[in-house]
């Protein structure tokens, strides 16, 4: 049994388009529960409403079961998984609806649940991915399966022996489960998404990577070979990034880790990609991203200020930008920067603003209140006012268990 899940806001209509997308043989809606629009999309947008009093900003949760092609009652097993699932995360009585694709003669199914309970609980989906493991090995060893490979099956056994299915435990540990090697997926969700996105096979970029790795002992010949098979190197929110042809970008820690775990079966650590590169500052990398205009979605208008935010950098490497004279100028990098322009050219420039504006600032700047005192006051009234409201909705939700008993989140009574 394979499972996956994912969970969002479910705001707009793009999970439902993605649900019923025609790439399938067949795509057959299911009975919603607790729901009473007609249509896909209606029925996710009450999940959104109904979950609209909870304490989350993504109360959908989509989850779909794919029976394993050696199980000949699909429709079975995939009854048994749902009801596992459900008993899992306590998802009996919560609101759902759903699809079924057929694809290639095997069907899958995908349901959409709402997260929020009538009390505005959120439902816990606390360690999710090893608990539908759980419930995909209990459906294989009840249709006589062999488990399918698992990093979570150590953690599942034990769980299996606590809650009494001992019979299950034992069928993973007699089928070596619990003591094979972890298995690894050659790619993550967001790496296959960027794959599909480019064009661009991730395992190809591993592969010359690696080879530029070998090839090298520093740095700059770590570049060097980068730039002789078409890769780039330049300096991301995480450290430095290898660039493909099309512009995508890699973290180096996490290619060169992956490649050479793949075709030598040992990791190159993190720790020693970047000692290697780090003789090399981002001035020294070769930022592909300042000689290439900022990309837009079709149809979006282009920048028509040259000076004005977004707009594509100078020979130098600035970002350009506006200054109220109407020149544009070159940032001063936040005091000294990694570009070491320092404080200069911001007091250059508040010297060389014209008397009345100068008058200005400075009656702006000498009615700050320096004092920590008000400040202070301010907290405590702040303070003050939170433990008042607080009180009150402490008496309120006294004063409706008294009369109501336990009410939910729109204040009617449960029961």
């Known amino acids: ?7 969002g806001s479910g705001i707009g209509d793009a999970l439902a388009k993605h649900l019923l997308k025609a790439e399938n043989d067949l795509v057959r ?5 607790g729901l009473g629009s007609a249509d896909l999309a209606g029925q996710i947008r009450e999940l959104v409403a ?23 009652d699909e429709s079975g097993a995939r009854a048994r998984w749902w009801t596992l699932f459900e008993a899992e995360f306590g998802l009996t009585e919560q609101a759902y609806c759903g699809v079924e694709h057929v694809k290639h003669g095997r069907s899958h199914e995908h349901r959409v649940y709402g997260l929020v309970r009538p ?18 090995r209990i459906v294989e060893f009840e249709f006589g399966l062999r488990p399918v490979a698992s990093k979570h ?23 070596g ?66 660039v493909d042809g099309s512009g995508a970008s890699h973290l180096a820690t996490r290619v060169l880790g992956a490649a050479s775990r793949r075709h030598d079966g040992e990791r190159i650590p993190a ?57 544009a100028g070159r940032p001063d990098g936040g005091g000294g920067g990694r570009h070491g322009r320092g ?28 004092r920590l005192e008000r400040h202070c006051d301010a907290v405590d009234r702040a303070r003050a006012a939170a433990a008042r409201i607080e009180e009150r909705n402490m008496r309120e939700q006294e004063r409706a268990w008294a009369l109501w008993g336990l009410t939910d989140i729109w204040g009617l009574p449960l029961r």
């Not at 109904?50 to 000949?72: E, F, K, L």
């Not at 730039?227 to 290898?242: F, H, N, Q, S, Y």
């Not at 050219?345 to 700050?368: I, M």
């Open 153 to 175: 099956a150590r953690s599942i056994e034990r769980r299996l022996r606590r809650e009494g299915r001992s019979d299950v435990a034992d069928w993973l540990v007699a089928s």
């Open 1 to 7: 049994m394979i499972s996956g899940a994912s969970r």
């Open 343 to 370: 404080t200069g050219p911001a007091l250059d420039r508040l010297k060389a603003l014209p008397p009345g504006a100068g008058f200005s600032l400075r009656c702006r700047l000498h009615g700050l209140d320096p």
């Open 177 to 242: 489960a619990t003591t094979a090697s972890r298995p690894i997926a050659a790619l993550t969700p967001v790496e296959r998404l960027q794959q599909e996105r480019t064009d661009v096979p991730l395992d190809d970029v591993r592969r010359a990577a690696l080879a530029a790795w070998r090839a090298s002992d520093d740095a700059a010949g770590f570049v060097a070979a980068l730039r002789a098979r078409g890769l780039d190197l330049t300096e991301g929110r995480k450290g430095p990034v290898i």
């Open 50 to 72: 109904v979950s609209a009093g909870g304490r989350t900003d993504r109360p959908i949760y989509h989850v779909h079961c794919n029976p394993d092609a050696a199980i000949g």
């Open 119 to 136: 009390s505005g609980k959120v439902v816990d989906l606390a360690w999710d991915y090893p608990r539908r493991e759980k419930c995909s």
């Open 29 to 33: 809606s299911i009975a919603a529960r």
């Open 271 to 327: 720790a020693a990609v970047r000692a290697r590169l780090a003789g090399h500052t981002p001035e020294n990398l070769h930022d592909r991203s300042r000689h290439r205009p900022s990309p837009r979605r079709a149809g979006a208008p282009a920048h028509r200020d040259p000076g004005g935010a977004g707009a594509p950098a100078r020979d130098g490497g600035g970002i350009g930008i506006r200054r109220p004279g109407g020149g």
